[in-house]
């Protein structure tokens, strides 16, 4: 008696739970691999995004066209209250509730907008198409997914972890520098070319990212990026530059770039960028915030070398107090209330210790 | 031999009606049923040298008139009637072109031509005046081929000392070409756990940039498009549309629609330069003066400078050879100028804009706490940042730019960072009487001396930078075309004060 009556409720508990299940799926969107855990998304909240209106052309693969009027919102925006950005995103497949699916690649995300729409013409969607219809204009029908209920993200850019900051005025001690003609000066240059075979990439990366004095931020292709130069005296140092690059592409006043797990940073520039702070006679920039900004891996520990080899590892709690600053015209490390032979003089690389 | 029904009278009237539906049902793309219920009738594609492309899906809504040929009776549609609304640009030869089997006429011709579709021949062409050889059956695509075109329908391939090639849409629609799959993407439905996957290719003719420009070094190639964007080529293909080509790069990267041109060993440098150099000297404490000289191009400047007409700007060595904007228009290139961009940043790529979309010169020279002054002549040809110093042509000499002269000297005494003055002359008397002719050199040779007294009097650094080239034309001159006298300028950074 016990057993059947167990039985009639656990049967009750599937039945409200799928019907649960139904009603939230009508009413939601979900989205995998996105952050750690799966996302549900109500529709409510994606109405009340900003709203766009688009005349749109679908193609079918018969060449035939339909035209209408579709309203959503895009999924740059959904994206960008998680914090993400469509153009960070490698791929996703978008899968509606009778099975059909179709992966997006990367050349169609960078490109193109994807409107999850939720009016057409102005009227609710019908039946074949509710709760939502991915609109991707200027792609094929087959991307234009009706009933959509899931969105996956198959890949997306990780942030960069670095695992190594390198300061560009040590650089250029240890590394060979060439003569630059910058307008009537000839200035000192480093061949990226050198500084990227030096590092020895096993996989090369797709941009390397610059940060400027002046907030200025740019995404530079590799192959750009490795056929040029970092200027590192005279006006605007360090400044990317190449004879094959237009001057539109320099980048003046870097304060740093990444390459791979490579941070490298002019220290002259932090200065600039960052609030110096002072702390027992010495007037530096922080450590820890240079780290933040650069998104340096975290680690228990971190070797500092400096250009003659002399290395020293310092705790993660001390590397979150500790400063660079110059000492003379050589980059120096400050960690308060450190032993002496921490204060790396000609610092050139801080890592972090696996 | 023939019978076409329908009576004169009633022609104008009936091709007027035919135009409207025509225009109704094939410009607009409109898909025409098979009377015959389950009848496959494939596209036919109207191509080439036209204003309007046509796909011709199904025989309803066209104009059929019934006529006879040979012992057949059939619904056709004249060819010289679709062609109408075609529209080819020009006097043109038309390609019948089947899968394994082209015939080419003269589009002036085709009077007595007719188009039918028949379940046995697919489209099929009947000429009456022509050798039965033409009469293409299994017709895919009706190409116009144009005898001549303008300048600007072209794909032209130029370099920066001549303009090398030219090619029209009908031409490369019936040259060889590669068949380009150009994949779509694949998708699956999944039943019971099995996905089921398809993938979608469009197949588009191409032509590569070889077949364009050759085997040669071509050295730094742009792709230009039609709304100015330029791409650096690094590997991609030539899509032929029906009246357009596309260029799709190398994995998928980017796309120039419209293709107006290549430009082979193009240079680094731009006019654009002058903003990125005009700052950089503000920044390192200098006073500049920027001058921007109105239709001087490039061969020009050679021609003018090895005939004597330069006298003081050839003494101070030669120009840098520079890559204008495409289009070679004033409001495109002086907008390339202040800004460091090119139109597809700053919104101007035609004479139809005025409004920036990008910040100009005299916006970032205020942000860094500079002076800056605008002198033009009676009016201003794009709107920037600051209200420029208006000059009318006092005393009536027929132009403005004595009087910018004047007024530039006056600031160049004045305590002003920057000083932007356009000169419009050379512009003026290039497009009256020719680019090269002797009036317009004798224009140059007066800017150089407008060009010694504003050096000399300036301390300061001086940029001189064009806006667009000129080319020769039957009445005189003109500008505003992909070739290399338009797009190629002189440029130059002087030290300012008495030599």
């Not at chain 2, 033409?134 to 895919?140: G, H, Q």
């Not at chain 2, 090398?164 to 699956?188: D, P, R």
């Not at chain 2, 009097?457 to 039957?474: F, K, N, Q, R």
Request: proline share 3%; net charge negative; charged share 20%.
């Amino acid at each position: 008696m016990q057993k059947k009556w167990i039985g009639r409720f656990t049967l009750s508990l599937l039945i409200v739970v799928l019907a649960i299940g139904i009603v939230f799926a009508d009413d939601s969107l979900l989205i995998t691999g996105l952050l750690d855990e799966d996302t549900v998304v109500p529709l409510s909240m994606i109405r009340e995004l900003p709203q766009l209106t688009q005349d749109v052309v679908a193609v079918n693969s018969a060449g035939k066209e339909s035209h209408f009027t579709v309203t959503g919102a895009l999924f740059d925006d959904l994206l960008a209250t998680y914090g993400k950005q469509q153009e960070n995103i490698l791929g996703i497949r978008l899968i509606a509730s009778d099975g059909y699916s179709i992966d997006v690649p990367r050349e169609v995300l960078v490109q193109r907008e994807i409107i999850l729409a939720y009016l057409t013409d102005g009227m609710l969607l019908d039946e074949r198409s509710e709760p939502l219809r991915a609109i991707i204009p200027e792609e094929r029908a087959m991307y234009w997914v009706r009933n959509l209920i899931q969105i996956e993200i198959i890949d997306q850019v990780q942030s960069a972890e670095i695992t190594t900051i390198r300061f560009l005025e040590s650089l250029t001690e240890i590394q060979p520098l060439e003569d630059y003609a910058y307008y009537a000066e000839i200035d000192q240059a480093i061949n990226i070319q050198e500084i990227v075979e030096n590092l020895g990439l096993d996989q090369k990366p797709e941009r390397v990212f610059f940060q400027a004095s002046d907030g200025f931020e740019k995404n530079e292709t590799y192959e750009e990026f490795s056929s040029g130069y970092i200027k590192m005296t005279g006006t605007s140092a360090p400044l990317f530059l190449s004879p094959k690059l237009p001057k539109g592409m320099q980048v003046k006043d870097i304060v740093f770039f990444t390459v791979a797990d490579n941070g490298f940073v002019s220290l002259t520039q932090a200065f600039d960028y960052y609030a110096p702070k002072t702390q027992d006679d010495v007037v530096g920039i922080s450590l820890a915030e240079l780290m933040a900004d650069l998104g340096v891996v975290k680690s228990d520990l971190y070797r500092l070398t400096a250009i003659d080899g002399y290395e020293v590892e310092v705790t993660a709690e001390d590397m979150a107090s500790g400063y660079v600053y110059f000492d003379e015209d050589q980059v120096r490390s400050y960690f308060p209330g450190l032993r002496r032979n921490t204060s790396v003089l000609g610092l050139y690389t801080i890592e972090a210790v696996r | 031999m023939r019978t076409v029904t329908g009576g004169e009278e009633s022609k104008v009237d009936r091709v007027g009606v035919s135009v409207i539906v025509l225009c109704l049902l094939l410009i607009l793309g409109a898909t025409v049923a098979p009377k015959a219920a389950g009848a496959y009738i494939p596209t036919l594609q109207i191509v080439g040298d036209i204003e309007n492309a046509l796909d011709i899906r199904g025989v309803e809504g066209l104009d059929l008139q019934t006529i006879t040929y040979g012992d057949r009776t059939l619904h056709a549609v004249s060819i010289d009637e679709l062609l109408k609304i075609a529209k080819p640009r020009s006097r043109s030869d038309v390609i019948y072109s089947a899968p394994d089997l082209a015939a080419r006429v003269d589009a002036s011709l085709l009077a007595n031509s007719y188009l039918a579709f028949t379940p046995e021949n697919g489209w099929e062409v009947l000429n009456f005046d022509h050798p039965t050889s033409s009469n293409i059956k299994r017709l895919e695509q009706i190409i116009a081929v144009a005898h001549e075109l303008e300048w600007d329908d072209r794909i032209t391939i130029i370099s920066p000392i001549e303009n090398i090639a030219y090619f029209s849409i009908g031409q490369l629609h019936a040259s060889s070409q590669y068949v380009h799959w150009e994949y779509n993407g694949s998708a699956t439905f999944t039943h019971d756990t099995v996905g089921y996957t398809s993938s979608v290719y469009t197949k588009s003719p191409a032509v590569t940039l070889s077949d364009l420009a050759g085997e040669a070094d071509l050295g730094r190639v742009l792709v230009v498009g039609g709304s100015g964007e330029m791409a650096v080529y690094k590997g991609g293909m030539f899509l032929l549309r029906p009246n357009h080509v596309d260029f799709v790069a190398e994995g998928r990267r980017g796309m120039v629609k419209n293709v107006k041109g290549i430009i082979l060993n193009s240079p680094v440098s731009s006019n654009s330069d002058a903003f990125h150099d005009a700052l950089h000297f503000l920044g390192a404490g200098r006073s500049v003066l920027l001058v921007i000289l109105d239709g001087f191009g490039y061969h020009q400047y050679a021609y003018a400078s090895d005939n004597g007409y330069l006298p003081f700007m050839s003494s101070l060595g030669e120009a840098q050879r520079v890559l204008s904007v495409y289009q070679p228009v004033t409001n495109a290139g002086l907008a390339s100028i202040l800004t460091g961009v090119g139109p597809e940043q700053n919104g101007v790529m035609s004479r139809n804009q005025r409004s920036l979309t990008s910040q100009d010169l005299f916006e970032v020279a205020t942000e860094m706490g500079k002076m800056s002054a605008y002198i033009v002549g009676d009016r201003q040809i794009i709107n920037v940042s600051m209200e420029p110093v208006y000059n009318l042509d006092l005393n009536q000499s027929g132009s403005t730019d004595d009087e910018i002269l004047a007024t530039t000297l006056l600031y160049a005494k004045k305590d002003v960072d920057l000083v932007v003055a356009h000169f419009k002359d050379i512009d003026r008397s290039g497009h009256t009487f020719g680019d090269l002719s002797l009036q317009t050199m004798l224009t140059i040779a007066e800017t150089d001396r407008y060009l010694e007294e504003l050096i000399t009097s300036w301390d300061g650094m001086v940029i001189v930078a064009v806006d667009h080239g000129m080319h020769s034309t039957l009445d005189g001159g003109g500008h505003g075309l992909l070739r290399y006298e338009d797009m190629f300028v002189p440029y130059f950074i002087l030290e300012g004060g008495k030599r």
